[in-house]
């Protein structure tokens, strides 16, 4: 690939993230209007989604040559997304897995670093998981619990399509948590390693503070419908982790973790993953001064090269 289109496009990705990110982390219907928070709602979906000039011109036309189509079933609901890299068998291969309200292109750059560097990478939309998904599902039916399905789901469809050496699961924010979760049932002997970018083990804190990103409710009587703006929220996601203890819930995986976590985020508080390295025994923590939750510019370039050292071995040994 040309290293000035893929500077041009890598450039275009993170500036969308960095805003993406920096408008929801000010989302907070407390004491704003409600015409307010939707405004503000609409623009994040909107800098996540829209279709800017680098985006139309370079990044559909590369994404053709270097990703195909990826497909696969979870029950009656069809998981979408795209794979990155060669598909012969026996090549190592990263599932990476999205966050909260997002989807799956804002893991496409790091898919794509990986697999030029030689692994096959598969990126995919969870069920009713984010803004824009192009898989199936409702998002009111969307909890921590389903998003670990699918991504179990996705799983068993690349060892058995691609064949792969071996597998390691990526995993940004809330999927960085459902990686985790995915990773402890799995343990390493199928799960050869795990990367945790600022993953979201704050969320059943959150559900038992009643406040959850943009989301108020009380916790003693959760509604069905959390809210509607800027996706509309089952109850069940937060039903589903109020009593559970995040430490607890992804202790137990013994394969080498990478984790990643920035100085500076507000939405996901660092202490979670300064606690979360005590309960892995092989943890390589990365702390990133300044970061805030999702990284861009010299953070995500120096988190890449850290990635790509940490993951180099398994080329090796599978």
């Known amino acids: 690939m040309d290293p000035n289109r893929r500077s041009l496009l890598l450039m ?3 500036s969308r993230k960095k805003a993406f990110f920096s408008v929801c982390s000010h989302l ?12 503000y709602s609409s623009a994040a979906a909107a800098l996540l989604l829209r279709p800017d000039t680098h985006w139309t011109q370079g990044a559909e036309i590369m994404q053709s040559r270097e990703s195909r189509p990826f497909s696969c079933q979870r029950g009656q609901l069809t998981l979408r997304g795209h794979i990155f890299g060669s598909e012969e068998s026996g090549k190592h291969a990263v599932i990476l897995s999205h966050g909260f309200l997002a989807n799956e292109k ?3 750059a790091y898919a794509r670093a990986l ?19 192009r898989s199936d599902g409702r998002s009111e039916n969307m909890t921590l619990l389903t998003e670990k399905e699918d991504l179990l789901a996705v799983i068993r469809s690349v060892r058995s399509s691609l064949k792969p050496s071996g597998i390691s699961l990526l995993g940004c924010s809330q999927g960085g ?9 799995l343990g390493k002997d199928e799960i050869r390693s795990l990367v945790l970018f600022y993953p979201a083990l704050c969320i059943p804190d959150d559900a038992r503070r009643g406040h959850m990103m943009i989301y108020r409710f009380d916790p003693q009587h959760i509604p069905d419908i959390l809210g509607r703006i800027p996706m509309k929220l089952g109850g ?11 430490f607890e819930e992804i202790r137990g995986y013994k394969g080498p973790v990478l984790l990643f976590h920035g100085t500076a985020d507000n939405i996901v508080d660092v202490a979670y993953s300064r606690r979360a390295r005590t309960v892995y025994p092989d943890c ?15 953070h995500d370039r120096e988190a890449i090269r850290l990635l790509l050292n940490f993951l180099q071995p398994f080329l090796e040994k599978g």
């Open 284 to 298: 390589t923590y990365h702390e990133i001064p300044g970061a805030g939750h999702g990284f861009t510019g010299e």
């Open 28 to 39: 907070s219907p407390e004491g704003i209007p409600a015409r307010a928070v939707e405004m």
């Open 106 to 108: 804002t893991v496409h």
């Open 177 to 185: 948590f459902v990686s985790a979760l995915a990773a402890k049932e």
């Open 115 to 133: 697999a030029e560097s030689g692994f096959v990478c598969i990126t995919f939309d969870f069920s009713g998981g984010g803004l824009g998904s």
């Open 236 to 246: 069940d996601y937060a039903r589903t982790v109020i009593s559970m203890d995040p």
């Open 12 to 14: 275009s990705m993170v």
